[in-house]
């Protein structure tokens, strides 16, 4: 991918302008909620066809709005795609590569500090995962002394309301080590069941939520979310909530309740399916409240995972065929279940096919509210503007999209993919328009193809090593708004 062919930051460094985007003009500026799960894996959902799953309210939001067939996380683990859905830029470019490393930086300009510029109302609830969220006591997997170099909470990042952990949590009695669930000893550094599990939800600097939780923490999350978008509200304020569920990253626990229509099957599939459908239970709360307020039809909410599910292929979670699972840059690993309802600007439901990306959202809200997007680049953005996919009007991506994790490293254009498992393997080439699965390597039969993707795959990555070793910074400030 050539650097003339990468989108300008001009749009989230405030030098954009209001338009009056075509087909738009009678459309109100939404309010944006991006809700994500966490080792949710494309073959999840009832709606892409899990057999078992029970997930009413995701498939009423297939049935009502956009599906998109095609959706990417931007890698194949947490921390990176997290990064990515707020900057639109592919983490490799300011070094989040994996879980539990490096941090949000400051030079980096996030979605929800230009929306907060523009008057909106911002908010982050549930796993942060994108730094640690104190310097004083232990947290988490880094928080405390030991690692406050890489202290950068959503509240430094443009979130004015937060209730948010570092990382990881039981999906049920998330302060507390499990007594029974999938993976129920994860994370807890050897505490008894019972005890502290050693992670807090944090609500601004130094401040430690305290009372209500106990049960789904789905529910817990979205316990906080629901006052925040009333509050917007009642204040006729414009908003912007990240949602993101821990569930169901392990531990997997689920209460009684949401195990009762699974309880024929092994404990651990009634905890994980009835974790599933907990957080889908929520997401239907969600919806409800939209309606209630009366905003609905003028919300954009849109739902994905961050990564495949968990990478041991004895763990529950499905990729309905998909080659590869966590932490694999092959289709397992990063395609993921992605949802899109917007009643005043999606009226009836659409089947998307193109590939998208987490990157794409920030470009995505920025059209949504009203920016052109036209000025000089000063620093390079991976995703696009998929408001012309959404609306029809376009039904191929104007640019392929890259990634890479580890050693591993690949290249995703509307029909071809090309994967390379490290610099010692040869490179792999599929259709995936008729092969998906990714069983067919077409690199013998298509070597033109796999020398031109070669090419775009090798710029990007070097596109990205010149971002992460801080040329991007080097002629902008972070300067948000005009």
Same mark, same amino acid.
């Given at each position: ?22 087909d ?18 494309w ?13 009413? $309210? ?12 095609r ?11 997290r ?6 830029? $592919? ?44 310097t ?16 950068? !909470? ?16 039981p ?11 999938l993976g ?11 005890e502290?599990?050693?992670? $807090?939800?944090?609500? =601004? ?10 049960g ?6 979205v316990?906080?979310?629901? !006052? ?29 309740t ?9 404990d651990e599939?009634? $905890? ?25 039809n003028?919300t ?8 495949? !599910? ?17 932490r ?39 059209a ?11 620093? !390079? ?6 408001m ?90 972070k300067?948000? =708004?005009?």
């Amino acid at each position: 991918m050539h650097r003339r062919m990468l989108t300008t930051v001009a749009t989230v460094l405030g030098l954009l302008e209001m338009s009056s985007a075509a087909d738009a003009s009678d459309v109100k500026p939404p309010n944006v909620i991006l809700c994500m799960a966490d080792d949710l894996g494309w073959g999840d959902t009832g709606y892409n066809g899990h057999p078992m799953l029970k997930t009413p $309210h995701l498939d009423q939001m297939a049935a009502e709005g956009v599906r998109f067939d095609r959706f990417y996380a931007a890698a194949p683990v947490c921390s990176p795609t997290r990064g990515s859905c707020l900057t639109g830029r $592919h983490p490799s470019r300011y070094g989040i590569l994996t879980a539990n490393s490096s941090h949000m930086l400051p030079e980096e300009v996030t979605l929800a500090e230009v929306l907060r510029q523009r008057g909106y109302t911002t908010g982050h609830f549930g796993k942060w995962h994108l730094g640690t969220l104190t310097t004083k006591i232990e947290d988490a997997n880094r928080g405390g002394p030991k690692g406050a170099k890489h202290y950068s !909470p959503p509240w430094a990042n443009g979130f004015d309301v937060c209730f948010s952990t570092e990382s990881k949590v039981p999906t049920w009695n998330p302060m507390q080590v499990p007594f029974e669930g999938l993976g129920a000893k994860a994370g807890s550094k050897g505490r008894t069941p019972g005890e502290p599990y050693g992670t $807090h939800y944090w609500t =601004g600097e130094d401040h430690r939520a305290s009372t209500n939780l106990v049960g789904d923490d789905s529910r817990v999350i979205v316990d906080r979310v629901v !006052p925040f978008i009333r509050g917007a509200v009642e204040d006729d304020q414009p908003f912007f909530a990240i949602v993101w569920f821990h569930a169901p990253h392990l531990p997997v626990v689920a209460g009684k309740t949401h195990r009762q229509p699974y309880e024929s099957l092994p404990d651990e599939l009634q $905890h994980y399916y009835g974790c599933v459908t907990a957080l889908d239970e929520q997401l239907g709360r969600i919806r409800g409240t939209l309606e209630t307020l009366g905003v609905a039809n003028d919300t954009m909410l849109w739902f994905t995972s961050d990564n495949g !599910p968990e990478g041991n292929t004895k763990a529950p979670g499905q990729t309905a065929g998909l080659r590869g699972r966590k932490r694999s840059l092959y289709e397992g690993g990063i395609r993921v279940p992605g949802l899109l309802v917007w009643p005043a600007r999606i009226p009836q439901p659409r089947v998307v096919e193109t590939p998208c990306v987490t990157s794409d959202y920030l470009l995505t809200v920025l059209a949504a509210i009203g920016y052109d997007d036209h000025q000089q680049a000063r620093r !390079p953005i991976d995703g696009i503007n998929l408001m012309p996919i959404i609306d029809g009007s376009q039904t191929e991506r104007s640019e392929p999209i890259g990634f890479q994790y580890g050693q591993q490293a690949s290249l995703v254009g509307d029909r071809y993919k090309l994967y390379r498992k490290s610099n010692e393997h040869p490179f792999e080439l599929y259709d995936l328009t008729s092969d998906p699965q990714e069983s067919n390597d077409l690199v013998g039969q298509l070597p033109g193809k796999v020398a031109e993707m070669q090419v775009r795959l090798e710029t990007w990555l070097q596109s990205c090593a010149d971002s992460e070793a801080g040329e991007d910074y080097l002629s902008a400030t972070k300067t948000v =708004g005009e």
